[in-house]
């Protein structure tokens, strides 16, 4: 039996099963179909026969039968997104190194496809391009964002560059290693810091996030701290941390304790034509603080709808981003001059 070397494995790659590799490779091949050809010795690694359930390495080659050859999977050539600007790109990238990328995401920007939005280029697309991906860096692994920010909320999101990468850092998600908070904008005056402990149930067709009280058997555990900051015109602009990532956590459960966010019709906020205020701006992770501040529309609505200069929101939220990465004075002076940095943490 002929076989040909269809793909060998790169360093993304490393540590894969091989019934993913195969399954990939193999495009259309129904996964029964590839389980049975593993087991009838006509899929190989290195030219040997494998099990379904064996790690590939860095270095084998990915080996197929003559006559699966029309199940091969051929990628299309790379589509570059043509508006991306690479130096204007550049200019939002808060950190960077071989396993992640950090960047600041704009208000009304999609992470990745929703299905309905084809005339938008997606933040994943933009990514990409800019890494100049394609599928001859890895047969298993692509570039993607590591956690999500819904469509009109700004700020810090991380992406995965390697798939090294990718495994530390959503582990250290998953294991509560990291620490996010956001600066929103609430509906009323939140006096003192509150800790909402709760439910989320979540309704994926309606996309809509129902918050039930801690007690109720139904949903998953959701904890956010909501500290304010500034209260003015019967608004309040606040740090909120979520100790748990889950979809519209903080916009539901805002509005479950009256203080939806300003703008958020979904969530029973008051109207606005802008719609919310929610900016993802730390991120605490490996000892280190990723910070970034609101775009100036932000702050300009900010000041106009709660009435007050321009210069005090800024400095009410350089204070409160510095004071939760934890070096109030390097991170406060390192504010002022740019709207990103990234600083050591103790």
């Known amino acids: 039996m002929e076989f040909k070397t269809v793909a060998t494995v790169k360093k993304d790659d490393d540590g894969k099963r091989c019934d993913r590799i195969f399954r990939i490779v193999l495009g259309e091949m129904p996964l029964s179909r590839i389980y049975r050809e593993i087991r009838s010795g006509f899929l190989r690694i290195n030219g040997r026969r494998t099990k ?31 508006t991306i600007n690479r130096g204007a790109f550049q200019k939002r990238i808060i950190y960077e190194d071989d396993n992640i990328l950090i960047l600041n995401k704009k208000k009304g920007e999609l992470v990745h496809p929703d299905g309905k939005s084809g005339s938008f280029t997606t933040l994943d697309r933009i990514v990409k391009d800019y890494l100049g991906f394609s599928r001859e860096d890895s047969i298993a692994f692509a570039p993607g964002p590591l956690h999500r920010l819904d469509r009109n909320t700004s700020g810090m999101i991380a992406f995965g560059k390697t798939a090294q990468g990718a495994r530390d850092f959503s582990m250290a998600l998953q294991n509560r290693e990291t620490r996010k908070c956001y600066i929103a904008l609430l509906d009323g005056t939140l006096s003192q810091q509150a800790m909402w402990h709760d439910r989320l ?40 941390e979520i100790k748990t990532g889950r979809t519209h956590q903080i916009r539901a459960q805002a509005s479950y304790h009256k203080h939806p966010l ?85």
């Open 201 to 240: 149930l979540r309704d994926n067709n309606a996309n809509y996030s129902q918050i039930l009280p801690l007690k109720s058997t139904q949903g998953d555990e959701v904890i956010t701290i909501a500290t304010p900051f500034l209260c003015s015109n019967g608004l309040t602009l606040a740090q909120v």
């Open 262 to 346: 300003t703008g958020d019709l979904k969530y029973h906020g008051s109207p606005n034509d802008s719609g919310y205020y929610l900016h993802s701006c730390c991120i605490i992770a490996d000892g280190k603080a990723y910070t970034g501040m609101p775009g100036q529309d932000f702050i300009t609505d900010i000041s106009i709808l709660m009435c007050c200069s321009k210069n005090k929101v800024i400095s009410a939220i350089e204070n409160t981003i510095a004071s939760f990465a934890g070096e109030t004075h390097q991170s406060s002076n390192i504010c002022k001059n740019s709207p990103y940095s990234v600083i050591e943490t103790s």
């Open 52 to 82: 379904q359930d064996a790690r590939v390495a860095e270095g084998d080659t990915v080996d197929v039968a003559a006559p699966l050859m029309e199940f091969v999977h051929t990628q299309e050539p790379k589509k570059t997104v043509p």
